[in-house]
């Protein structure tokens, strides 16, 4: 197994600092993504040009994205699974490179452990689940084996979000 280190844009942007003011600002955007300028500088005690500043700021370094969040299960992906992939005789950056291509991964590392890379997707039924273990993974130059564990209730589901500590 090889490891090269993956490509991120992390690497090239400043340190982010985040003040109580921009912790407020992003709770009050994670409950109402869609509030207005007005009503977040109304909630926050400030001018709109300082929330829009602020914004700004907060987007252009990557600190924070205002999207849309679908719910899985509404957007018709009724299985989610957890895949450790093993890699053998390619880079495993490659491999993770590859199969973060594919549309039904929603999230891709890779890890210590007993896999190289562990990796969770949607599935809308049980026959999508199986071509894409087969047909697609299994087939991505490097990957030797797949282990697969489907969720049987899933408690929390929360990609694209960071505790704040």
Known sequence: MSIKKAPTGSDTLPAKQIDDTDYKLITLLRKDGRRSTRELAKS???TEATVRTRLRRLEETQTMRV???TDYRLAGFNLIASIGVHVQDRAVADVAADIAKL?????VQIVSGGADIEISVAA???DELA????????????VSRLDAGMALDVFKFQWGWVPFL
């Open 44 to 46: 926050l005690g400030l």
């Open 67 to 69: 999207v849309a969040m």
């Open 131 to 142: 071509q894409l273990l087969y047909l697609q993974l299994a087939q991505i130059p490097g």
């Open 124 to 126: 809308g039924e049980r």
């Open 103 to 107: 549309s039904q991964v929603l999230d």
